[in-house]
């Protein structure tokens, strides 16, 4: 039934492009309608894939417009995708491994009056980045779809149903397209990716200063192992240190941009391995642009960020290659 709504969902990017030149919105329209078609015939849409995506609501729309965008990463990427009625949102194959992937895109909840308002073209502007709501709203994505493999307060989730089984890797996916809707930025407060703050407690700079002399003795980022909050319990924020989230071999963070993806380019992606995962994932199989991997040194786990296949020839001189598996 959904199929019949193939017209609406076609005027529907129309819309979304009205405001593009001519050239990149019939090309927009095109590979957004294609990858529609494709979804459809590959049966990855759920029964109320259409409704959602047609929905006046912002949330629903934006959620399953990410869910489109990226299987349509994952097919530029050479996987072969399936879905089923109950589970996770695609397993995705390629070269012999296939991995489980779960896409959700936090709503923006909390966040200070005009915060979310576009910018005005020729106008400066000046803003506070509210980092303690917006990574609330990262912790908040990462538990509920770890709580979908696992279960929540006695009720059974996807492995126990036998939906799932523990030697499949399970990455889940944070688009962050509602939470910085016009600025594209997913770094937090430590000047790092929100995905590694959340999963391996990183938090802001500190120095440590010369009460004497003034000079700076060493400066670093803390370790915030749980965010606090005034009204409410701290909320943790060091997922991968916690036996809790084993089933997790990765959060891939990112920004689901329909601009860069429908014509083939790479969106901001964040993949953060699970150095304690019960299922490990190699590097450069998930579609990135970075990878984080933790590594267990003597009293410390050293965090180090690598080239992501998206991005094989990224010019950064914090990046290093590949390491050997």
């Not at 869910?67 to 879905?83: C, I």
């Not at 492995?159 to 799932?164: Q, S």
């Not at 060493?218 to 909320?235: C, L």
């Not at 391995?273 to 003597?298: F, L």
Request: charged share 25%; hydrophobic share 40%; proline share 7%.
């Amino acid at each position: 039934m959904a199929r019949l709504r193939r017209n609406e969902a076609i005027a529907y990017f129309e819309a979304r492009w009205s405001k593009a030149k001519e050239s990149y919105r019939t090309e927009a329209v095109a590979a957004l309608t294609a990858a529609y078609d494709r979804f459809h015939a590959e049966e990855l849409a759920d029964r109320h894939f259409d409704e959602h995506l047609l929905s006046d609501s912002t949330f629903q729309s934006e959620a399953r417009m990410g869910e489109l965008l990226f299987a349509m990463l994952l097919w530029q990427s050479d996987f072969t995708l399936s879905s089923a009625n109950a589970g996770p949102d695609f397993r995705a194959a390629k070269e012999g491994l296939t991995i489980c992937f779960e896409v959700i895109t936090p709503e923006p909840k909390g966040f200070p009056e005009g915060y979310l308002d576009p910018p005005k073209a020729g106008e400066d502007v000046a803003r506070r980045v509210p980092h303690e709501q917006r990574v609330l709203r990262w912790t908040h994505a990462l538990k509920t779809k770890s709580d979908k493999w696992i279960g929540e307060d006695g009720a059974p989730g996807w492995l126990t149903k036998g939906v799932v089984n523990e030697r499949e890797p399970y990455v889940i996916v944070i688009n962050s397209v509602l939470l910085d809707r016009y600025w594209f930025d997913i770094n937090g407060i430590s000047t790092l990716p929100y995905p590694v703050e959340i999963c391996y407690g990183v938090g802001p700079i500190a120095a440590a200063i010369d009460p004497l002399t003034g000079n700076v003795l060493s400066e670093g980022n803390q370790f915030r192992p749980a965010i606090k909050r005034t009204d409410r319990d701290p909320v943790p924020s060091s997922a991968f240190l916690s036996t809790g989230y084993d089933h997790v071999s990765a959060v891939l963070g990112c920004i689901l941009k329909e601009q860069a993806i429908v014509f083939g380019k790479e969106p901001l992606a964040e993949l953060v391995h699970n150095n304690r995962a019960s299922v490990v994932i190699p590097p450069n199989v998930v579609p990135a642009t970075r990878e984080w991997i933790g590594q267990d040194e003597v009293g410390h786990i050293a965090i180090t960020p690598i080239r992501g296949s998206l991005a094989p020839h990224l010019e950064d001189p914090n990046l290093t290659e590949t390491p050997d598996t």
